[in-house]
């Protein structure tokens, strides 16, 4: 065994490897070594000239709500080794790209960490992620059920000593983007109350990345709406008065991070498909609200929630000029193919607001 002392940096030839078993390496020229042990004693030698890779072949991971995802991830060294090595693997979840400077609740989550054959997972992550290892330096991450809220970045660090290399990826889930605002009216939502009003619509708050891809597809809303990261903004495609000026490009509105207690706005939710299927129920005569809910519980459902009914009509189709019941007491109905006499003349998801409870219309389901 050659042992080494420190500082060490020299031009070589031969060198002993200690984690080779006393395997002799040939390099001719070119490279120096360093002996780098950090604090644990036994002497390894990082050879400077070899390089820890990390790589991922797919930035952008496309998935849809409940299903299982690959984030690819591999490592490798270059030039390659003839024996392992000990390394570390970190999978962890960023947050957004900040815009503004409140960066105070976009905090990283760790998803998951393994060394060898030890692992652990945490938070919502926990028994849903797992390495995929389909080959040496293969440390892909596989979630199942995926979540409307486990969009976002994800790093793929892989920790070898004192060397450190990472990659990102992106995960994004194919769903909808809706406003909503509260049954008392526009503007009646702090952040919390935001996040609990999507939540209770099968929903969760839409990132920046979720309203900007929706109002490249069109949508197009004057009033502000609170998001993920906790700014409130607004889509326009449509530039004119009351709505940011006529003379403003169209494009996101922002007015920047706001107080998540005391500020009230609407809020963009972003909704996904889901296992059930969203129907109009097939009923003689109209309903009051407890009628159709009372319908639908019949039908072995439930009255159909807005992120649902969403979700059916950007997701599946659902085409259907009937006006019906949603859970949380608003009438709406979806249309797909705009026609005479179903509202505007793009497709859209038409509102009547929140009716009094005793009015009567049909219902959607979910079951
Ligand atoms: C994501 O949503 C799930 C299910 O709704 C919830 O249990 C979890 O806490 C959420 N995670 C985060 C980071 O908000
Ligand atoms: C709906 O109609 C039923 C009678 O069919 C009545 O008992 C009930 O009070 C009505 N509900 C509302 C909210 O008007």
Redesign the pocket.
């Known amino acids: 065994m050659l042992y080494l002392s420190r500082p060490l940096l020299a031009a070589c030839l031969y060198l002993l490897l200690p984690w080779g078993q006393g395997r002799t390496f040939g390099y001719n020229n070119g490279f120096h070594y360093q002996d780098i042990s950090n604090g644990d004693g036994n002497g390894e030698i990082y050879f400077s000239g070899i390089r820890l890779l990390v790589e991922s072949p797919q930035h952008l991971v496309s998935a849809t709500r409940g299903s299982s995802v690959t984030l690819p991830c591999h490592y490798r060294y270059e030039p390659e080794l003839t024996a392992p090595r000990r390394t570390r693997v970190k999978w962890s979840r960023l947050p957004a790209k900040a815009i503004t400077t409140n960066e105070a609740f976009a905090l990283e989550t760790e998803v998951m960490v393994a060394m060898g054959n030890r692992h652990r997972s945490y938070g919502s992550f926990k028994g849903r992620v797992r390495l995929r290892r389909l080959a040496p330096g293969d440390m892909s991450l596989v979630i199942n059920e995926l979540q409307l809220n486990d969009t976002g970045r994800y790093r793929c660090e892989v920790i070898d000593g004192l060397e450190d290399e990472s990659v990102t990826v992106e995960l994004e889930l194919r769903g909808v983007v809706f406003p909503y605002h509260s049954q008392k009216g526009r503007y009646h939502l702090n952040f919390f109350g935001a996040q609990q009003a999507c939540l209770d619509q099968d929903a969760t708050l839409a990132t920046f990345k979720q309203l900007l891809s929706a109002w490249e597809d069109g949508l197009d809303w004057c009033n502000a709406g609170w998001l993920a990261d906790g700014t409130v903004q607004y889509p326009i495609t449509a530039p004119r008065h009351g709505c940011g000026g006529e003379s403003s490009a169209p494009g996101l509105r922002s007015y920047g991070p706001k107080n998540r207690l005391f500020h009230r706005f609407d809020a963009f939710c972003f909704s996904a498909s889901m296992k059930g299927i969203v129907y109009h129920l097939n009923h003689p005569r109209r309903m009051?609200?407890?009628?159709a809910a009372r319908a639908c519980a019949r039908d072995g459902g439930q009255v159909a929630k807005v992120g649902q009914l969403y979700a059916a009509w950007k997701l599946k189709g659902l085409d259907r000029c009937d006006a019906g019941w949603l859970a949380d007491g608003s009438v709406r109905y979806p249309i797909t193919n705009a026609r005479a006499n179903c509202g505007p003349s793009q497709p859209g998801v038409r509102s009547f607001g929140f009716p009094a409870?005793?009015m009567k219309f049909g219902v959607y389901c979910y079951r």
């Open positions: 009051n609200f407890t009628e409870p005793h």
